[in-house]
Structures are given as C-alpha cells and as structure tokens.
C-alpha cells in the first residue's frame, strides 16, 4: 500500500494535512479509534456514520482469535469489521510483552498483518517503559531499528509504519527519529509514550515528543501512540502529532466516566450533561446512570466528545488560533499546564515552523509572552531602521525633535505606526496592561536598542510604567511625565 502524506495548513508546529493510503484518504489531525473484535461496543460501521475516517486493531488479538483469525485471513480485515476506511494494525508488541507465551517474529507479524489486509501494518518495535535506565533503553533501541529496517527491505511495499523508541532520553529519541528519517519511512508513529501520559508526566511528554520530532522528516506523518484523553490533543497537535489512536473512549465508558474536553467526569455524580451530542440531548444523566445500554451510551458520548476536539483543533490549525487552543485546554490540569510550559521552553523550534500570518492573537496572561508571535516579532525588530534620535510613546502622543517615532503595543514592543494594521500588531488583542507584557514589550525595545547603538532612545512611557522601564531599559531616556 503507498502511503503518502500532503501537509495543507499549518499552525505552531500542527498541521492539516491529508494522509494518502492506497485509495483511501484521511484527514489529520485524526483519531483513530481502537478497534478489539471481541468488544465492539460501537461497531467499525457506527463509527464511520460518526465520521471516524480510520481505525486501529491489534493484530495479536486477530492472530490469537478462534472467531476471527480465519475469517481476517480468508476475507480480510475491511470485510470482517465492516468498515471501508483505512484500518491501521499495531503489531501486539505490548500484549507480547505482557502476555509473552507466544513467540511470534518480526517478519510473522508484518506478514500476518499484510495477510489479512491491513493498510498500515507496523513491525514488531519494542516499546521500553519510562522506569527503565539508559542501557536498557539503548538495547531495545537497537532491536527495534534492526527490525524496521527489516520490514522496510522485506515489506518496502507495504511502506511499513517506522516506530520512533528510545524511552524518556531525548537525545536517543532524536536519534532514533534520525534513524527513522533514512528509511524514509511517511508513517512515524512516536511509542510507549502511555505510561507517561497515564501517570500525567506531560512535561517529559513533551520532552520526548519534540526531540523526537527534531530527528524526523517534517514532511512524515506523526501518530501518537495511544494518546486517548482529548484534553491533551491541542497541546500534542502544536508539536506537530497528526494522529492519535485512542481506547480511552471504551476504558472510560467501561468505568462509568463522562468525557469532556478539559477533563472527565463520573456519571455516578453528575445531575447534568454538559454537552451537545445526540445522546446527551436526548437522555438526563439518570437515565444514563439506570440503562442497560448504560456503557455503550456512555461510549458513544465519549467518542463524539473526542472526535469534536478533532475538528475544534482542525479548525483552530487552519484559523491560526492554535495557541489559544492549547491555552486553554493546558489550564484544566496542573500537570497540563507543566506541558505547556516545557512546550513554551522550546519557543525558537515552535518558531520556525508557525505560520506568519494569523486570524488573532489573544493575550491569555503570562504565557503568552513566550509564545512564537512575540519571539519572531522581537527578531523582526531589528529590522526596523531607525535614525538619530528615537521617540517610542506609549500612548501615541508625539512630540517634536526626533528622527523616527514609534508606538508601542505589549508584549510585542515597539512598531511603525505603518505597521499598526498588520499581524500580529493589528490583530492582537490585549487586555489592560500588565507588567509581564510590559516587560516583555521592553525586550523588544531591547533588540531594537542593541541593533542601533548609535541611536539615542526616549520611552515616553507615563507614570504608570516609569519604574518598569527604568528597570529594563536602564541606558534609555524614560519619561514619566506629560511633557
Ligand atoms: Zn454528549
């Protein structure tokens, strides 16, 4: 099967794109649902009515079936499951080592997962846990690249899924994303990345995810193995993943918990349904709570939520906004929010992929000033020319005797008043004036400073601002006064 993969719009490092395999398409950001033919609470079929566009399924579980085994081989994979999407098979290296009793090689599986007529099969990698140390990580490091350069000769066909492993190193997980980069590998799927997100360690997430992303090819298509709650989609699509698979969806209903957006909630405890779906619309959470049907209505909801962030993020990715996306999700969980703010840290890489132009910018508190806007607009500055002596105003009263007059607008800084019209100076959105955005706003004078030694500056910033101003600009004129 050829895969190919079409980046169309981007924002931070997410992508819209369009991911090619055979004759069937899919748009991404995308969730692909886990598939396990004995538990089909919501049929392949059902799902595709919802939009699902792809499904993921276990070849283990299809090789170990007495139901279904036959069948998977004889009529293959789209037949039995009824689905007419692309159906991505994981090749059971987690249940294997889990359930290790049967031995099945690298090159079986990949052929099982062909057999039975799997558009993206996925050679037997090794998914190290993140308590494990460096040499062992190193070790199935090494196993798991011997074996997708073996599926890539044996199966070159097939375009095999290539594995990014390497557990919580980051410097092993961008060699390994080197590595995968010269098989040339479209689909990269980034592993054991679960335990991490399970026990909430999204900073290392992000850690693991962008050093991997560093090591591929910007033009691979990136799934993100088994991200399943929907509030981290936003944060793992500005890092550049374009697909998630998700069980979480089941798991969840299976446990009585009610997804949201920003977080899940216990049916047991809820009076209200917070939430626009059919099922949600039609059932009051007691009567959820009493039905037979109890799990699968729960499972339903769940699966809506989850493919609605899908479409909010794609929205969001082709607007521009994806920044006040992750905003906003980051801030449902403490732990979240360490996620944002290691993905913060790694502003000049984010930089050089975001897009250059945007629907808006909103000022959503600290962050913001860290984030690519303001660090390409601080570069951009140094390119304003400048002559003798410079007048920047805070509030765009001017006086006489300067050379260049400037106005001012946090957290970026100084800009011409040409520019007052275009992004992100004329799309951006700010509340009263804080002293992070000031400060940061002054960064941007800073540059400007630097870039022209022989200019003399004077910040007519007002009362209110003089203190900062003094502080951050000590080698510039501040006026605090009206003059
Ligand atoms: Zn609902």
Not at 17 to 33: D, I, M, N, Q
Not at 342 to 367: C, I, N, Q, W
Request: net charge negative.
């Amino acid at each position: 099967m050829t895969i190919s993969f079409e980046v169309i719009h981007k924002d931070i490092m997410g992508r819209c794109g369009r991911l090619k395999v055979g004759e069937r398409t899919v748009r991404t950001p995308a969730l692909l649902p886990v598939i396990n033919p004995h538990l089909q609470i919501i049929t392949p079929r059902e799902m595709q009515d919802m939009g699902v566009e792809a499904v993921i399924t276990n070849a283990y579980i299809f090789n170990m079936s007495r139901t279904y085994r036959d069948a998977a081989l004889r009529d293959g994979l789209h037949s039995v499951l009824d689905f007419d999407g692309v159906i991505m098979t994981d090749s059971g290296s987690f249940q294997l080592s889990v359930y290790g009793d049967v031995e099945i090689s690298n090159l079986e599986t990949l052929a099982f997962q062909k057999a039975i007529g799997s558009d993206i099969i996925v050679p037997l990698d090794i998914p190290t846990p993140p308590g494990a140390d460096r040499s062992t990580a190193e070790e199935d490091l090494a196993v798991t690249m011997e074996r997708i350069r073996e599926a890539c000769m044996k199966f070159r066909d097939s375009s095999p899924a290539a594995p990014v492993q390497g557990g919580i190193f980051p410097d092993l997980r961008e060699a390994a994303a080197r590595e995968v980069r010269e098989t040339g590998a479209v689909f990269c799927p980034i592993g054991a990345v679960v335990p991490l997100m399970e026990s909430y360690r999204y900073r290392e997430l992000v850690q693991v995810v962008l050093a991997a992303k560093k090591g591929l090819s910007p033009a691979s298509c990136v799934h993100l193995f088994g991200a399943g709650h929907p509030s981290m989609f936003a944060l793992a699509v500005a890092m550049g993943c374009d697909l998630f698979d998700s069980a979480a969806y089941a798991l969840y209903a299976k446990e009585g918990r009610y997804l949201t957006p920003h977080g899940s909630l216990k049916i047991d405890e809820l009076a209200e349904l917070p939430c626009a779906c059919g099922i949600c619309r039609t059932h009051t959470a007691e009567e959820i709570r009493k039905s037979e049907e109890r799990e699968r209505l729960l499972a339903l909801h769940n699966l809506q939520v989850t493919l609605a962030e899908i479409a909010r993020i794609r929205q969001a990715v082709q607007d521009g906004t994806l920044w006040e996306l992750v905003d906003e999700r980051c801030r449902s969980h403490p732990r979240l929010l360490d996620g944002y703010r290691e993905l913060l840290r790694h502003t000049p890489m984010l930089e050089s992929s975001d897009r250059v132009s945007k629907r808006r910018f909103f000022y959503r508190g600290a962050e913001t000033c860290s984030r690519t806007e303001v660090l390409r607009y601080h570069q951009m500055i140094t390119r304003i020319g400048v002559g003798r002596r410079v007048l920047i105003t805070f509030d765009q009263r001017v006086a006489e005797g300067f050379d260049t007059i400037l106005y001012f607008k946090p957290p970026f800084g100084p800009y011409p008043p040409g520019l007052g019209e275009t992004f992100p100076i004329g799309q951006s959105e700010v509340p009263e004036w804080d002293e992070e955005m000031v400060r940061s706003g002054c960064a941007g004078i800073r540059r400007l400073m630097e870039e022209n030694p022989g200019s003399g500056f004077v910040i007519w910033c007002g009362e209110r601002w003089g203190g900062l101003v003094t502080r951050e600009l000590p080698s510039a004129e501040v006026w605090c006064e009206p003059v």
